[in-house]
């Protein structure tokens, strides 16, 4: 049981590349998220698929797309990277139907963008 | 709006003793609170969580209650080692966001031998 994996652990941009980063989840879960976490500002969502065939954005949307691939696989892309763009970006799964149900995380994607 | 707000860090600790971190929150109709913690290098794991009224979350030697009153969720720790080191997060989450989490700014905890 993995539970969430994301790919890859560290990546180098220049600006105006493009990349997709890759997660998946072994729990069933309906729900999908990614956020990013930048020094002093927390955990910022920027995009959740609520179940599957579904997505929805959520605080920082701009600069990125997101596809549910299945109900397992959630990827985000970057079209145009910018250096505004350079942070952790974390991948999360969980059941979204009550308020109590918690999230689970995968190890995070560093993300430089020159 | 639903919120969090906790203390800022860092907090810097000795080992053995008392933690308390604080967190209020503002939500519409009954949240359910959690804290999450972020080890070094790693992505965040659930620690502990209340889903109502004066419901007490523990785990690790850590606990939080859940005041509806003073709408807060503070974590405490009686003696805390030097392996709690780690970033704390504060969340929320409320059916009307969709069951979302809505997080705090989190706080950096350093505990020194």
């Known amino acids: 049981n993995a539970g969430v994996t994301q790919t890859p652990k560290f990546q180098v941009l220049k600006t105006g590349q493009s990349m997709t980063l890759q997660c998946a989840q072994d729990m069933n879960h309906n729900s999908m998220y990614w956020y990013r976490q930048d020094p002093g500002m927390g955990l910022r969502l920027i995009y959740y698929s609520a179940s599957e065939g579904t997505t929805d954005k959520g605080e920082v949307p701009n600069g990125y797309n997101v596809s549910r691939l299945n109900k397992r696989e959630f990827s985000l892309r970057l079209e145009s990277a910018a250096p505004s763009q350079t942070s952790v970006y974390f991948c999360?799964?969980?059941?979204?139907?009550?308020?109590?149900?918690?999230?689970?995380f995968g190890p995070g994607t560093r993300l430089t963008v020159l | 709006g639903n919120s969090v707000t906790q203390m800022e860090g860092p907090v810097t600790l000795s080992e053995e003793a008392f933690l308390t971190i604080n967190c209020t929150y503002t939500a519409t109709g009954y949240p359910s609170l959690f804290w999450y913690v972020q080890y070094p290098g790693e992505g965040l794991q659930l620690l502990l969580k209340?889903?109502?009224a004066d419901d007490k979350g523990s785990n690790k030697g850590f606990e939080a209650t859940y005041r509806k009153e003073t709408t807060s969720f503070h974590l405490e720790k009686g003696s805390v080692q030097v392996s709690d080191s780690a970033v704390y997060f504060c969340?929320?989450?409320?059916?009307?966001?969709?069951?979302?989490?809505?997080w705090g700014a989190g706080t950096k905890l350093i505990i020194k031998p």
């Open positions: 969340a929320l989450s409320v059916s009307r966001s969709n069951y979302q989490l809505i």
């Open positions: 999360a799964s969980g059941e979204s139907r009550f308020s109590y149900n918690e999230q689970f």
């Open positions: 209340a889903t109502k």
